[in-house]
T-cell receptor, first 114, second 113 residues
Framework: KNQVEQSPQSLIILEGKNCTLQ??????????LRWYKQDTGRGPVSLTIMTFSENTKSNGRYTATLDADTKQSSLHITASQLSDSASYICVVSATKTGGFKTIFGAGTRLFVKA | NAGVTQTPKFQVLKTGQSMTLQCAQDMNHEYMSWYRQDPGMGLRLIHYSVGAGITDQGEVPNGYNVSRSTTEDFPLRLLSAAPSQTSVYFCASSSTTGIYGYTFGSGTRLTVV
């Protein structure tokens, strides 16, 4: 069964600290993995996208890694800011007959405190 | 600003009422889709469309109808609302099948009492 599991469910950190969010998936055949940021009351916004051949991708203070062998990804946030408080969603796409299937993780809720 | 526009932002319905959630995009995207987001769960696909006149079911289509008469608009209809349809609904669009990412609307929070 295609699944995307994220950990932790929620996380509280102090402003300026770093943190790492985890994503494990059992989706196959793998096509790509994306990380989205979702602010409260808003729709998700794409941060990074990685295909099978990529193992790291950066977007400012956000760095995503991918290990396709172990089917794990992480999102590292450097020097956190109050505006990083949001949910972070891992999304994995798999190929299927006639197109693609996209599976969303439940997200990690990050709280950054001053 | 270009993007995906959803209306309304909030809605309360009584059980059995019907309503339409509106979604419009001005990016000339062929692919549009509707998701629902429930606490502790990932977004789940309700219906999607790969172009005007073409729609298909996602993983949770029961209780919902869609149509795609133009490239820009993709409304979602609840024919007879049930409390189980209380959720946050997101419309998304993409220039392809969504394989490289979506642009999401800001969501509609629906409560069915």
């Amino acid at each position: 069964k295609n699944q995307v599991e994220q950990s932790p469910q929620s996380l509280i950190i102090l402003e300026g600290k770093n943190c790492t969010l985890q994503c494990n998936y059992t989706v196959s055949p793998f096509s790509n993995l994306r990380w989205y940021k979702q602010d409260t009351g808003r729709g998700p916004v794409s941060l990074t996208i990685m295909t099978f051949s990529e193992n790291t991708k950066s977007n400012g203070r956000y760095t995503a890694t991918l290990d396709a062998d172990t089917k794990q990804s992480s999102l590292h946030i450097t020097a956190s800011q109050l505006s990083d408080s949001a949910s972070y969603i891992c999304v994995v796409s798999a190929t299927k007959t006639g197109g693609f299937k996209t599976i969303f993780g439940a997200g990690t809720r990050l709280f950054v405190k001053a | 600003n270009a993007g995906v526009t959803q209306t309304p932002k909030f809605q309360v319905l009584k059980t059995g009422q019907s309503m339409t959630l509106q979604c419009a995009q001005d990016m000339n995207h062929e692919y549009m889709s509707w998701y629902r987001q429930d606490p502790g769960m990932g977004l789940r696909l309700i219906h999607y469309s790969v172009g005007a006149g073409i729609t298909d079911q996602g993983e949770v289509p029961n209780g919902y109808n869609v149509s795609r008469s133009t490239t820009e608009d993709f409304p979602l209809r609840l024919l007879s609302a049930a409390p189980s349809q209380t959720s946050v609904y997101f419309c998304a669009s993409s220039s392809t099948t969504g394989i490289y990412g979506y642009t999401f609307g800001s969501g509609t929070r629906l409560t069915v009492v």
